[in-house]
């Protein structure tokens, strides 16, 4: 089992940036896949990014990418969401989760596919 903290929220200009961090427990977190979800107020929590076992593979949401990266550092058992050129429809709670499925070079994108999520960080970007 693995528990998930996210930190780096936080309110941001449009067109500024932030970093988030999930931080996992557990001496097998290289063996999850990790990912990035969102939820607006009054919408479905969405896919935002994913990233393999061992961080070679990664994949995006169409809405963020080439604005946002996601890396991963096993020894800190942390994984990281980069958001560049954020926007106000950005503006949600982040969600990180882990998935016992994968491998090292796949990535698992499906909500339903995650076993274990965290609290989530609010992030709101105002115009």
């Known amino acids: 089992q693995v528990q998930l903290v996210e930190s780096g929220g936080g309110l941001v200009t449009a067109g500024g940036s932030l970093r988030l961090s999930c931080a996992g427990s557990?001496?097998?977190?290289?063996?999850?896949?990790m990912g990035w979800f969102r939820q607006a107020p009054g919408k479905e929590r969405n896919f935002v990014a994913a990233i393999s076992w061992g961080g070679g593979s990664t994949a995006y949401a169409d809405s963020v990418k080439g604005r946002f990266t996601i890396s991963r550092d096993n020894a800190k058992n942390t994984v990281y969401l980069q958001m560049n050129s954020l926007k106000q429809e950005d503006t949600a709670v982040y969600y990180c989760?882990?998935?016992?499925?994968?491998?090292?070079?796949?990535?698992?994108?499906?909500?339903?596919?995650?076993?274990?999520w965290g609290q989530g960080t609010q992030v709101t970007v105002s115009s």
């Open positions: 557990g001496r097998t977190f290289s063996n999850y896949a």
């Open positions: 989760a882990a998935s016992r499925q994968g491998s090292i070079r796949v990535v698992i994108t499906t909500l339903h596919d995650y076993n274990y």
